[in-house]
């Protein structure tokens, strides 16, 4: 067999073994790494306004990845929606953003960094506390209480409906 072939033999291979292992290691489950009310200031900032509504709240979560599409990226947030509000206290109020980013190369420290698009959590106290931003998942509560759904690579609004389908007005998923 020439060498020729024996190359193209290798890169069938690799081409039909790479999507089936990029696959499983979407399936690995998704880890929290860190999570916090942003910006993180004192208990106090956060109360009612003199008018009687409720600052909205902005949350941050890290994590090191999420599944790849859109109906699966909301089914892991509504199956962890307890696990959020138990352990890091997410959402403590209701008008809120929840933005969930992606961890990418690992914490960085703002000031070796040469990237201005950082984003830091004041509250970890290592140098390395900033991220680069990579929203994977954008969670906010409208006038009724009810949450809506938006993605970095998705410029429509996604809501669930009264029979639990998610939509965006022309498509639905039943989730």
Known sequence: MSWYKKIKIVI?????????????????????????????????YYRGSDEGFTERVMYFVVVDHL??????????????????????????????????????????????????DLICFPKIEAAERCIEKNDLLSVTTNEEGKESFSFADDDNSWSLTDQGNLTDGKITFGL
């Not at 690995?28 to 208990?43: C, F, L």
């Not at 997410?90 to 201005?116: C, E, K, Q, R």
């Open 67 to 116: 599944p790849l599409s859109i109906d699966d990226k909301v089914k892991w947030y509504l199956a962890n929606k307890n696990n959020l509000k138990m352990n890091y206290s997410i959402p403590m109020s209701l008008s809120y953003t929840i933005i969930v980013w992606d961890i990418g190369d690992g914490f960085i420290d703002l000031n070796a960094s040469d990237d201005s």
């Open 12 to 44: 069938f291979v690799a081409l039909l073994v790479y999507p089936f292992l990029f696959f499983l290691w979407q399936l690995r489950p998704v880890k929290i790494i860190t999570a916090s009310r942003y910006p993180a200031y004192e208990d106090s």
